[in-house]
T-cell receptor
Framework: LAKTTQPISMDSYEGQEVNITCSHN???????ITWYQQFPSQGPRFIIQ???TKVTNEVASLFIPADRKSSTLSLPRVSLSDTAVYYC????????????FGAGTTVTVRA | NAGVTQTPKFQVLKTGQSMTLQCAQDMNHEYMSWYRQDPGMGLRLIHYSVGAGITDQGEVPNGYNVSRSTTEDFPLRLLSAAPSQTSVYFCASHPGLGGDEQFFGPGTRLTVL
């Protein structure tokens, strides 16, 4: 299971773009990169997943360079309701089930 | 679809008591898992199941038992509660292995005195 490293916290203001980078130097060929969001007193919620290059959905974009050793979650024009903890996971193999979420990145959006 | 449901939402136990946390899903997912989340920390895997009748240990299994008699239900049993088991417990289900999207329940906040 590839180990990930991401910043502990980030501060931003409403309307700004927030970029969270996750390092995963030991990513395997069949691993996918998945990001989750967790609000206080709730379970994590899937945001986006990608394998390489760029993926975009209605919530976020995920940028993955060619070597796949890092990835960047981009949240455009954040609002106060985007204040949450964001987790980066790397997994995908057939035996890769034992997932644990690291401490994640606490994003605080201020008015 | 209710998704993943957990009961109870809150529970207070005394040291040495036993209890079962309930988890149910209505998405017909083969895979289910239990996590615990301690203050300021991420989620750690306790036990998981890859189908009815099949379970295995995660990262922190000691003090917990699970069984999976049906696809829908995956209860977590605390055999003899200890203060170190004070935590928030999340159940999740997902259709496949590894990177597949996990669907989480709302959590059970457990306090052991």
């Amino acid at each position: 299971l590839a180990k990930t490293t991401q910043p502990i916290s980030m501060d931003s203001y409403e309307g700004q773009e927030v970029n969270i980078t996750c390092s995963h130097n030991n990513i395997a060929t069949n691993d996918y990169i998945t990001w989750y969001q967790q609000f206080p007193s709730q379970g994590p919620r899937f945001i986006i997943q990608g394998y390489k290059t760029k993926v975009t959905n209605e919530v976020a974009s995920l940028f993955i360079p060619a070597d796949r050793k890092s990835s960047t979650l981009s949240l455009p024009r954040v609002s106060l309701s985007d204040t949450a903890v964001y987790y980066c996971l790397v997994a995908g193999g057939a035996n890769d089930y034992k997932l644990s979420f690291g401490a994640g990145t606490t994003v605080t959006v201020r008015a | 679809n209710a998704g993943v449901t957990q009961t109870p939402k809150f529970q207070v136990l005394k040291t040495g008591q036993s209890m079962t946390l309930q988890c149910a899903q209505d998405m017909n997912h083969e895979y289910m898992s239990w996590y615990r989340q301690d203050p300021g920390m991420g989620l750690r895997l306790i036990h998981y199941s890859v189908g009815a009748g099949i379970t295995d240990q995660g990262e922190v299994p000691n003090g917990y038992n699970v069984s999976r008699s049906t696809t829908e239900d995956f209860p977590l049993r605390l055999l003899s509660a200890a203060p170190s088991q004070t935590s928030v417990y999340f159940c999740a289900s997902h259709p496949g292995l590894g990177g597949d999207e996990q669907f989480f329940g709302p959590g059970t906040r457990l306090t052991v005195l």
